[in-house]
């Protein structure tokens, strides 16, 4: 039923970690059916054959690991798009079962990224303890609250549904890492421009990649659209052929936008749209103002420039 | 002792998976001491404090998510330099100890993004098998091996030190896939270039990210310069910085890679070298052949612009 607000979301699972926790941040999750997914092919899958309405899934500077596969996920296999983002910082803490003293603690269970990101708190606070492997942050909260590890560390979030108090927080080397997570969902009209929007697109150029690489930024550059990520990916498929994932400024509604997306088309092998939607703002360490169209290339101004072409060509040369 | 080549080799652990197999493709690793580190930022220090003298950690395309990781410690701490790459295949074997058959198969262990890897074949083959996660590929061998669970999905390497036998081989989704690993070291003379060279770069630039990342690949594009690989990470630490990590064809012994580089120390904020090596040549799906510089641009024509442009400023102009 188009109009419907999706209601079946998927996330990365398990529960009780971060993309859980960036989900319940959306207000129709928070009212919506919440199924935790194995891994970020399946949550995608679950929104191609129609099983859920919507994926959240970790995209970028993640501590799973995962924006690789989702990057190659996206684009393999039935078209999805981003239709919100989610920025979260990425926040951790020590947790042992209530009146287990910090001194006192021997094994500490992480998941390894997470035991990674916390290396200098572990070594100026707990040089002499053993830091045990598990596969997630909930795994981790479960092995302290059962009595597994002596501790944990996890997020504040993954805390939730155990008995555990918190023996230090914000105990990650970089207090400012965030994770950004987007929501995916089937091909439809994209929300609505907010003036400060992003759009998300996959382009594939071939051989000399300096050379077009230089030709699809000055695409972008003419138009004023600026550049908020660029990641280049390996395609294996084809000999020479070189994907990059890019995210601009603005929405696919803005006439600069859709000038610029119509120039890739022209000079690319090949362009995927991953959407439009509003950019998140966060304030810890991003940039936190919305970026307006630069003079000269508001929507006004192309119509106005429109209008003059027309009446150049109809001999109005006044 | 220079001239000495390296003895102490650390790899991203555990024992028995793919950083291993790509470390004991290196003859000198052959015959050096090898020791796993537990990860990423553990083998890089162990390499700063002169503990070992080479770390071998994955930088792209990797199955441990390990990528990120990889290159903001490369660049957070004392310089190191790539000294080698080496690109492996991404393969896996469903492997159980003999006797077990396919058709019997109930669980199987596996690193979570193993079995995201092989998702459509264990779809295929083992439908109503269950998946159990596990840390990694060596754990998944020692599970199958010990009876733990059916079978495992593991890299061939990981099988050496059981007794078990393969009941499927090359069980990946896509059979193209591999994953590049660098050898880091502290810094001194590059290797010798060869003519088929890589050089490494992680350039900062401020605030308007299209046009300032424009002059960066003109800087590159103008002598010639090709890339192969770019990628943005958030630098945490300041608003509006941008890191761009780049890798480009040539060695920095080169005249037109010289060249490139003074051009980015002039108009970027900041530029960290991070290594000339010689390119990995791989034939599964990856360029297989070495480029030359393009015509015009070699050493011997950057000595007679040079002898020319001297012959001008003496007054010469013959």
Redesign the interface.
């Given at each position: 039923m188009p109009g419907t607000p999706p209601t079946r979301f998927v996330y990365l699972g398990p529960a009780g970690t971060f993309a859980e926790q960036a989900l319940r941040t959306i207000p129709a999750a928070e009212r919506g059916a919440r199924t935790p997914a194995?891994?970020?092919?399946?949550a995608l899958d679950a929104v191609r054959t129609g099983d859920a309405d919507s994926a959240l899934v970790p995209l970028?500077?993640?501590v799973?690991?995962?924006?690789?596969?989702t990057l190659d996920e996206m684009v393999d296999g039935a078209p999805l798009v981003i239709t919100r983002e989610v920025v979260l910082p990425v926040e951790f803490v020590l947790t042992a079962r209530p009146g287990q003293p910090l001194a006192g603690v021997r094994t500490v269970a992480a998941h390894?990224?997470a035991?990674?990101q916390c290396?200098r708190w572990l070594r100026d606070h707990l040089p002499d303890a053993a830091?045990v492997?598990?596969?997630s942050n909930a795994a981790a909260a479960a092995a302290a609250a059962d009595g597994q590890q002596d501790a944990a560390i996890c997020a504040p979030f993954s805390i939730g549904r155990h008995r555990l108090d918190v023996l230090a927080d914000k105990i990650a080397d970089?207090d400012?890492?965030?994770t950004r997570f987007v929501l995916l969902s089937r091909p439809g009209p994209p929300p609505p421009r907010t003036g400060d929007d992003l759009t998300s697109l996959a382009v594939y150029i071939a051989h000399?990649?300096?050379?077009a690489?230089?030709a699809v930024?000055?695409e972008?550059?003419v138009r004023g659209?600026?550049?908020?990520?660029?990641?280049?990916r390996?395609t294996?498929?084809a000999?020479?052929r070189y994907a990059?994932f890019l995210d601009c400024t603005g929405h696919v509604a803005e006439d600069r936008v859709g000038e610029a997306l119509q120039g890739l088309r022209r000079i690319c092998a090949e362009v995927r749209f991953l959407g439009s939607y509003p950019r998140h703002r966060w304030t810890a360490?991003?940039?936190d103002r919305p970026v307006p169209a630069p003079a000269g290339l508001s929507d006004v101004d192309y119509a106005d420039a429109a209008a003059w072409l027309s009446r150049l060509r109809s001999g109005e040369l006044s």
């Open positions: 194995r891994s970020v092919p399946e970028e500077n993640s799973g690991g995962a924006v690789a596969i390894p990224q035991s990674t290396r830091v492997d598990v596969l970089h400012d890492a965030v000399d990649r300096v050379g690489l230089l930024l000055m972008l550059a659209v600026n550049l908020t990520r660029i990641e280049s390996p294996g498929e000999l020479g990059f360490s991003g940039p």
